[in-house]
């Protein structure tokens, strides 16, 4: 298959599973870490390290995390915010080591309640030995406020990844 057959047929796909979760409210993050490709990846896998980074705010923090790190094996991360407690929880669609994972993502802060889960996709490229593009794409919201209160909390987690497995 030619280089551009494969990044057509590569987009097609991407356009049918957007479509599939109503990609017209999407949340992009994009960002360059100091951290090889596989650690970024298997950051997302180790309840302990995500503990660390899935804190959307200031003062936020994850007292529980539990991963089945299988596609269809499942996840939940318990946000903490003063007393409230907020579970964030998914399904793992996609495990393809170092590149990419995909996940559907199912918020509290999702409104009104979502009639589906909405779906997470993380890709990994690596740029050199320790420096790696993080690309974050959300899709599936209700309706605009529920997307836009997903785009700072996304943010900070991938800004928080970076941070956090420095060293």
């Known amino acids: 298959m030619s280089e551009n057959n494969a990044v057509s047929q590569g987009k097609s796909k991407e356009k049918a599973q957007a479509g599939a979760w109503g990609a017209d409210l999407k949340v992009s993050v994009k960002r360059t870490l100091s951290i090889s490709a596989q650690r970024a990846y298997e950051s997302w896998l180790e309840p302990e390290t995500l503990k660390k980074f899935m804190t959307p705010g200031e003062g936020m923090s ?18 903490k915010a003063g007393d409230q407690e907020m579970p964030h929880h998914g399904v793992y669609k996609t495990l393809n080591p170092y590149k990419e994972l995909a996940f559907t993502w199912l918020s509290p802060f999702q409104q009104p309640p979502a009639a589906q889960d909405s779906l997470v996709t993380v890709t990994f490229r690596e740029i050199s030995k320790n420096e790696t ?25 991938v800004r ?6 420095l060293g």
């Open 62 to 79: 994850v007292p529980k995390a539990t991963v089945d790190a299988r596609e269809g094996g499942e996840f939940l991360i318990v946000m």
């Open 133 to 157: 593009e993080v690309h974050l794409t959300h899709v599936g919201f209700a309706n605009e406020e529920s997307r836009s209160n997903h785009q700072g909390g996304w943010d900070e987690i």
């Open 160 to 165: 928080s990844l970076g941070e956090i497995t």
